[in-house]
Each structure stands twice: as C-alpha cells, then as structure tokens.
C-alpha cells in the first residue's frame, strides 16, 4: 500500500510506522498551513473567559491560540471545556486548561463532541434542551462549518463563535500531491478536512475526481466525507476519529467495490 495523506509528516509519523511495518508506506502531504490568528475578538472573549460556562475545543491549534491568549493567567474553577479527543484535551492539559469533557472513541469530532457535551448537561432522558442558559465559547479556524454551534445552539446554548486561527492553502503542495495522483504513485489517500478536499480540487481542476479512479479513498470524520460526497466523489471508507491504527486499517483492510464509483452509503471504521 503506496498511502498519503494530507497532514504534516510529524503528524503522520505513527500511521506511516504503521504501514512500514506491514510492508507499506506513507507520504505526507500538508495542503493547509495554519496561522494562529491575533485578534481582538479572541482576545477579548479570552480576557472574559469567566463569562462562559462551557469553551468547546475542536482542534489542537484551537487549543495553542487559546493558551496563547490565556499565557500565565490561569484557568477559572467554573469554567468547565470539552475537547473533540485526547490530542486536543492534551494540548490544552499542557497548556494549564483543565478538560471537562471529551468526545468518546469513535465519536473524536465535532459532532461528537456536541453529543458528549449534551450527556454531560442532560438532566433526563426526554430533555430536548439541555444547554437552555448556557453560554458556550467556540475559538475555531476561519472555514469552520457551523455544524458545532448550529448543534449546540439547537439544545439551548448560547454560543459566541470567534476566529482562533486560519486555514492557509499551499498550493505547492495540493499540485504535488495532484502530480503523484495522476502518475499512478498512490493507492490509498487520507483526507483529513473539507478544507484539503477543496485544496485537491483547485490544483487538480474539474478532471480531479479521475485521479481516484484507482485509489481507495478515506475521509477523516463526516464534515470530509460530505465534503467529498457533495463534490460527486463519496470516499470508500469513513475514518470517525484519528487513531493511528483505525487509519492503518482503513487504508489495509479489504473494501468490496473499490472500482465503484456511483454514489453510495459509506463503510465506517471505528477506533475500536
């Protein structure tokens, strides 16, 4: 298995031990940069972070902007944070941020974590608005979907949405990654957002999806995967989480009708 996958090579280094290991190999091709954003709406939301009940941390490069803007200030006891998996909840815990709440395995995205968030606050089983005064702080990148504060603010919440970083296209390597595509050198590829799926296709052009005719495709989480869907090309295989050894399978383990390029339900595998 000749595998890339669109993040940068130190996070991609134990799914390419793994794949070396079963006689496979991996290349790593970055097609976002990101930039912690320096702005007044962070900073501010961060000078007053005793005004929220909740902060929801989707990403590790929320959880850096959020501890560069709380650097040596300390974390409010009510102050309660939910993290989408352990990579986050790690970053923010080094950072001095206590976690509250994180997204079980299997679940390690934003929907998920809405989810966990509701059965750390639901009082009973038929309470279909278990945030109704709670007010949630959601530091996030400048493409977030709106599935997060859309999901919480449905159960009640009231959420205060600021930019925490940028998603920067690198062209550079979105037409690497098209090159090695077109050229037959890879079999499997991990997308890893909507955002690299939109990279792909501004450097491949309209003809982007022939490029996959041969190459078994996984989506990491369901923002990706309906991105994929959505642009004609459903992956083969939802990952619903990052762990090294659920990608490993994904990208190793036989799918039936890999050729199959009409639209259908998509195969899941877990972290399990």
Known sequence: MRAAITRPPDAAAALGTLLADAGGSLAAYP???????????????????EHYDWVVVTSAHAAAALAAVRAGAGWPAG??????????????ERSGIPVTTVAPPGSEHGLGLVQALLAAERRGPEESTPL?????????????????????????????????????PDPNQARALAAALSAGRIDGLVLTSPSNVEALI???????????????????????????????????????????RALARALTEPVSAIGD????????VSNE
Do not use: F, H, K
């Open 202 to 244: 501004e450097a491949a052009g309209a003809d982007w999806p022939r490029l996959l005719d041969r190459v078994r495709v996984i989506a990491l989480g369901p923002s990706t995967a309906a991105e994929l869907a959505a642009r004609g090309r459903p992956p083969d295989l939802e990952a619903e989480g990052p762990d090294p």
């Open 79 to 92: 102050v309660r944070v939910a993290a989408v998996g352990p990579m986050t909840a790690g970053a923010l």
């Open 132 to 168: 109704a005064g709670r007010r949630v702080l959601y530091p996030c990148s400048d493409r977030a979907r709106p599935a997060v504060p859309d999901g919480l603010r449905a159960a009640g919440a009231t959420v205060e949405v600021v930019e925490a970083y940028r998603n920067l």
């Open 31 to 49: 097609l976002i940069r990101i930039e912690l954003t320096q702005s007044l709406a962070l900073a501010d939301a961060a000078a007053r972070i």
């Open 261 to 268: 390029r009409q639209p259908r339900s998509r195969d899941r």
